[in-house]
């Protein structure tokens, strides 16, 4: 530890003397200042503290709180969150084929990936992972269990599977698990082809081409390209792929910087595919960043007809720095401007108050912007679509429902007693099936817990502590009704995000849109656009 302690010291003169030599007087003795009163501190919660303390631990939780206070997009990377962030990037990995999460000290699978060893050897989501080879993952931190499924393919290993209160050993074969950012694509008409786009990974752009191509074979004549929840990722590969619709030496993106060097413009630089095809971009407020660029890009040149609701709002750039003993940073390094000089940032992180809220750009006021074509675009709060189809806002309530394990145990619950469903071109749920949901969780409420129920719990047990008597039960009685009421409001988003995640279980991504192909709003309305030549170039005029 104290070896620790003295490089850290050897640190602090090597970063000062680089402070000096690059100009930064002016900061220097404030920087200087503040790492010697941290190393000061470190140093005597090491000598003297009571407990023997985590070096790790400590500065991990220093690092990551310091940077809270700047966007959600600074982070810090220890060696094993490089590791992921590269798998992220790269869109491939060593693994067994699962997304999972640590709950309750064991591995929970919430999907696993068609044709991968997982799915191979009949594991299902809902299962717990509590042993993995010779380790138990209780044993484990949350992040270190999960990073054991990984490994060279063709390596084994073995887990111990716990399902539906039974346990059992499963051997998987490792193998390269590649994450395709084009999970589904398909002629939804005789001329017209659907691509869904996931994610901007290094393999976007040539997914997208490879898509593009085989869909003309098909008899393509018209494009719809849905990015809904789509939340970006490498900047260069949303101009690689505006640069299929639009000519060579057009400016898709311009970046302005502190630091002028990563102060760019970025034009495509390559023959475009198809500067005609009909194209709408699909968007929701989940489409971020990259999406944001490819979206606002081809608005600002009248080339692509955009449909959905304003997207997310995502105008900053980052980068990764490498830091010392193999971490890393990804800092927001500039913020980015369409063609038209529009910059769609909607949340104000530096003029966050007191109390930590954010204010939004577009609360002051949208500024106009021209498109190519002379129509009026706006800067600020995201990209606003040409066919803006208002939807229901969900609730708080239906929010927590989403990311509650009761809602994930329910369809699991689902799964094993129906054998089989309808194809998913046909599966639809009915008034019941919503009954039922409601009706199973009112009687697991303990694994669905809004905001307010969890402040009651607190409160409940600071009134116990303090003998004060309360009719509590009056009280969660009423917020359960409450909670019952907002649910219902969004029956109809409830309805079809169940579904969604049932179709999943049985017949896998795939599936799931093949349904929306049959039954998406946004998906017809792109259709009805796009079969009809003269609205298509009205809205674009």
Known sequence: MKSK????????????????????????????KQIDIYTSLFREL???????????KLTNNALNNMLKNLDPYTKYYDEQ?????????????????????FIDKSILILNVVKNSPAQKENLKPGDKILKIDQTFVKDFEA??????????????????IERQNKTFDAILTRKKISINPIPYYTMATKTIGYISFTKFNQKAAIEVKKAILDLKDQGMQQLILDVRNNPGGLLNEAVKITNYFIPKDKIV??????????????????????????LVILVNNHSASASEILAGSLQDYDRAVI?????????LVQ??????YGTQMKLTISKYYTPSGRCIQELDYTSRDDKGNIPKFSDKGRNAFKTENGRTVYGGGGILPDIDLKSQKLNKTTESLFNSEAFFNYVTQYFYKNKAIKKPSEFQLKENDFNDLINYLNKHNDEFSTKIETQLVKVKKEANDSNLSVDFKAISETIKSAKRD?????????INKLEEKIIQRYYYNEGVFQHKIKFDIQIAKAVSVLNNPKQYQKILE
């Open 307 to 315: 449909i959905g609701n304003r997207s997310f709002g995502k105008g």
């Open 253 to 278: 993106v311009t970046t302005k910087a502190k630091t002028q060097q990563w102060s760019e413009t970025f034009k495509t630089f390559n023959e475009p595919i198809n500067t005609n095809i009909p």
């Open 143 to 160: 992040k270190g269990a999960s990073t054991l499924l990984y490994g060279l393919p063709n390596t084994k290993v073995t887990l111990q």
């Open 486 to 494: 907002n649910l219902a409001k969004n029956k109809r988003e409830i």
């Open 5 to 32: 302690i003295k490089k850290i010291g050897v640190g602090i003169v090597i970063i000062t003397s680089l402070l000096v030599s690059v100009g930064y007087q002016s900061d220097f003795f404030e920087i200087a």
């Open 319 to 324: 980068r990764y720095r490498e830091l010392p």
């Open 81 to 101: 969150g490089v590791e992921d962030a590269r798998i992220a990037s790269l869109g491939e990995y060593g693994g067994i084929g699962v997304s999972a999460k």
């Open 46 to 56: 090491n000598m003297h503290y009571v407990d023997e303390v985590n070096p790790a």
